[in-house]
Structures are given as C-alpha cells and as structure tokens.
C-alpha cells in the first residue's frame, strides 16, 4: 500500500510562489510515475503535472507551462510542485496521484492513477 502526504498549501497573491510537497509511504516509491491533479470548486478534478521514474519525462498541462516545475526525489520518496506566478484561476485542492508500478507519466495524465494523497489548498487572490 502506497500513501501520499501533501503539504506547502496557503494563500497567495497574483503573482505569488508556493512549493507543494508530496511525500510517500509504502512499495516501490522509485517505480512509479507521480504527478499533480487539482480540483476547484464546482469544477472536475484536472491534471496538471507527471513526471517519470528517473525524472527524464516530464508533462504539463498547458496552462501551467512555464509557471509549474514538478521533480521528485527518489531517495526521500518526495515529489514537489513549484509553482511560480500564480494565478487566481490556480486556485484549487491540490492533489498527488501515484501511478502503478513501472507507470508511465502518460499514465498518470489519462487518470490512471493507483493511489492518491488527501489533498492541500491553495487560494491565490487577485
């Protein structure tokens, strides 16, 4: 069993940075694709960010482009989502999602995700 602990939410201002951080219990942390979905109020929960085993496959969904960084740490089971510029339109529940074994970040963009963590806040005002 794989559990997944988010932290590093808060309110932010337009314009703001918040470092989200997701670390990981349980099998074989180093084997699986990880990634970021959010869900804001009224809305469906959104993909937002994968990254692979070795980190060398990253995926973003377009509106985070070049504001968004995600990148994992292996040996500290950790995921982090950077995230700069921060919009209003960002602001959501913020969740980790781990893939199954060997998954691929592709995986984790199409929904296919094996475990998920509780979910941080982050409000960002205008």
């Known amino acids: 069993q794989v559990q997944l602990v988010e932290s590093g939410g808060g309110l932010v201002k337009a314009g703001d940075s918040l470092r989200l951080s997701c670390t990981a219990s349980?099998?074989?942390?180093?084997?699986?694709?990880m990634g970021w979905f959010r869900q804001a109020p009224g809305k469906e929960r959104e993909w937002v960010a994968a990254i692979s085993l070795n980190s060398d496959n990253l995926k973003y969904t377009d509106s985070v482009l070049g504001r968004f960084t995600i990148s994992r740490d292996n040996a500290k089971k950790t995921v982090i989502l950077q995230m700069d510029n921060l919009k209003p339109d960002d602001t959501a529940v913020y969740y980790c999602?781990?893939?199954?074994?060997?998954?691929?970040?592709?995986?984790?963009?199409?929904?296919?995700?094996?475990?998920w963590g509780q979910g941080t806040q982050v409000t960002v005002s205008s």
């Open positions: 349980g099998r074989a942390f180093g084997r699986r694709a």
């Open positions: 999602a781990a893939g199954s074994e060997y998954s691929a970040p592709i995986e984790i963009k199409l929904g296919r995700v094996a475990h």
